[in-house]
């Protein structure tokens, strides 16, 4: 998969490429039909990353499903999209690259405080939400994830048909990983 994330119902999309699927049954669908903006600014309608925002001192923000395309942001709430999006990632996370590889959210509790895992090659950008300040950390034991999953407070990176669990705070993973996720998901 190209990004996922659940949206403000708890309902999980997929994404590759132009498709999306909602849920984990069913048959997939254009990208646009259900996010029409993307064919707005992105005629394929691909989706680098996506993340559903975890941050309950933000209200105004709280349980929105952002969408990340190239240098572009998308902020939908309720598959609508809000108000003067989209933004370039820059205006509302700082420090955050262009052509992500994927993003997950990361509550106080499982992480220090409510966070955004950003990937970028073999790079995380940790992005804390009330700071709004990032930290690059450098995570070789994962591989180069194509998207993340936050699923049941554990955390996954896919990488085409395989994924590898990992703690969000260090990376570490525990365990004979990667596994096929066809077996799993």
């Known amino acids: ?5 659940p949206d403000e119902k708890g309902d999980t999309f997929f994404f590759k490429g132009d498709h999306l699927w909602k849920g984990f049954h069913g048959t997939a669908q254009l990208s646009n ?43 939908y709430f309720n598959q609508t999209l809000e108000e003067g999006y989209p933004k370039d990632i820059q205006e509302d996370f700082p420090g955050v690259p262009r052509d992500l590889d994927a ?21 995380v950008h940790s992005y804390d939400i009330p700071t709004k300040s990032i ?25 085409g048909k395989e994924f590898t669990r990992f703690h969000p705070v ?14 799993y998901f």
């Open 170 to 183: 260090t990376g570490a993973v525990e365990g004979d990983y990667p596994k096929d996720a066809r077996a």
């Open 33 to 75: 039909e259900t996010f029409k903006e993307l064919d707005d600014y992105h005629h394929q309608g691909h989706v680098d990353a996506a993340f559903r925002m975890h941050s309950k001192g933000h209200p105004e923000d709280h349980d929105h499903i952002y969408l990340f395309l190239d240098d572009k942001v998308f902020s």
């Open 103 to 123: 993003a997950v959210e990361c509550p106080q509790g499982e992480c220090i405080s409510d966070s955004v895992l950003f990937f970028k090659g073999d790079t």
């Open 135 to 159: 930290k690059q950390k450098v995570w070789p034991q994962l591989p180069h994830c194509t998207s993340a999953f936050r699923w049941l407070e554990h955390y996954y990176c896919f990488r």
């Open 1 to 5: 998969f190209d990004a996922i994330a």
